[in-house]
Each structure stands twice: as C-alpha cells, then as structure tokens.
C-alpha cells in the first residue's frame, strides 16, 4: 500500500499512470480487510491450540493427583485397619493374662498345679498374641518391599541381651548349654 502510495506521487506528472497506481492502491486496499480476516483466524487458532494444550495438561495433572490421593487413602485405610487388628490382639490378651494371674494368685498356696495351670495359660496367651502381633507387623512394608520391623531376639541374641542389662546396671550371668542357634 505505501509503495503504491510513492509510485503514485512519483507519476503525479502522468495522468494514465497516475490512475494506474491510484487502483492498485484501491484494489490492495480492499483486500486489507481479508487479509486482517485472515491474521485474525491465525491468531484465534493458535490461541486455540495452546489453550486445548493447557486444558489437557491440566487434566492429565489433576488425574496424576488423584491416584495419588487414592494411593494414600488405600494406606491410611491399610493402617488403619492393621492398628485396629492389633488393639484387638493386645486388649483380648491382656485381658486373658490379668485374669489368669489373679486366678493363679489367689490359688497358688491352696492349689499350685491350678496356679501352674494359670501361669502357663499366661505363657500359651502371650506367646500367642506376640505372634499374632508379628504377624500384623508384618503386613507393614517399606517402600523397597522389605519388612518395616526387626523380629524380635531370638536365642542367638542372648548374649547381647545379657550385655545390655549389664550395661543398664543389672549383674547378668548367662549359661548357655546346647546350640542357641536356631
């Protein structure tokens, strides 16, 4: 348009020429209009696009969001339900224990083989809930697969169990017959 605009001034002098020029400029002057149409439907479609773009980034951020908070519902759920298992292991047994030893109180000088009765219930229900309790444990992982508790001492480690309650104060002497190995 502006070229048009200066071959219009510089042909001033020829009239023919001068017309020429005056209907190029008028004819690039109506397709303005168009080509502003078509700058404007360029910018639209890449508005958009980025706007599509940004919406699904979104969608995919808010879905990632999600699983996530699945994921750690399922673990509270898990948690839980595992500490409300070993209130019922530890309540149930306790209970059992109190109730055999003030049964084996009150007999142990009248009747020892009903107190001996009592006390070794008291054995078979603590071991057993112990065991019950290391199993839930158990059930605990870390993230790696691996167990997120140590089993308790077994024999092996009497011996530094001995040096701990020495440690703590308390004259430990261990005799150990046989193989504490297994």
Same mark, same amino acid.
């Given at each position: 348009?502006?070229?048009?605009?200066?071959?219009?001034?510089?042909?001033?002098?020829?009239?023919?020429?001068?017309?020429?020029?005056?209907?190029? +400029?008028v004819?690039?002057?109506?397709?303005?209009?168009? +080509? =502003?149409?078509?700058? *404007?439907?360029?910018?639209?479609?890449?508005?958009?696009?980025?706007?599509? +773009?940004?919406? &699904?980034?979104?969608?995919?951020?808010l879905a990632?969001?999600?699983?996530? *908070?699945?994921?750690?519902?399922?673990?509270a759920?898990? &948690?839980?339900r595992?500490?409300?298992?070993?209130?019922?292991?530890?309540?149930h047994s306790? #209970?059992?224990?109190?109730?055999?030893a003030?049964? #084996?109180? &009150?007999?142990?000088?009248?009747d020892?083989?009903?107190?001996? &009765?009592?006390?070794?219930?008291i054995?078979q229900?603590?071991?057993?809930?112990?065991? !019950?309790?290391? #199993?839930?444990?158990?059930?605990?992982?870390?993230? /790696?697969?691996?167990?997120?508790?140590?089993?308790?001492p077994?024999?092996? /480690? =009497?011996?530094? =169990?001995?040096?701990?309650?020495?440690?703590?104060g308390? /004259?430990?002497?261990?005799?150990?017959? #046989?193989d504490? !190995?297994?």
């Amino acid at each position: 348009f502006c070229l048009c605009l200066i071959d219009a001034i510089k042909a001033h002098d020829r009239d023919a020429r001068f017309l020429d020029v005056i209907d190029r +400029m008028v004819d690039q002057a109506q397709q303005l209009p168009n +080509m =502003l149409w078509g700058l *404007a439907a360029v910018f639209v479609a890449a508005f958009a696009v980025g706007w599509k +773009m940004q919406s &699904r980034r979104r969608l995919i951020e808010l879905a990632e969001q999600g699983k996530v *908070a699945v994921a750690q519902q399922a673990a509270a759920h898990e &948690r839980l339900r595992i500490a409300q298992e070993l209130h019922d292991v530890v309540a149930h047994s306790l #209970g059992v224990i109190a109730v055999q030893a003030g049964a #084996g109180r &009150r007999v142990l000088d009248a009747d020892p083989v009903e107190a001996r &009765r009592a006390f070794d219930n008291i054995g078979q229900t603590s071991r057993a809930a112990l065991t !019950e309790i290391r #199993g839930l444990l158990g059930e605990v992982r870390n993230p /790696d697969g691996t167990p997120a508790y140590r089993p308790a001492p077994g024999l092996a /480690d =009497l011996a530094r =169990l001995a040096n701990q309650v020495t440690d703590a104060g308390i /004259d430990v002497t261990l005799e150990v017959e #046989g193989d504490v !190995e297994r």
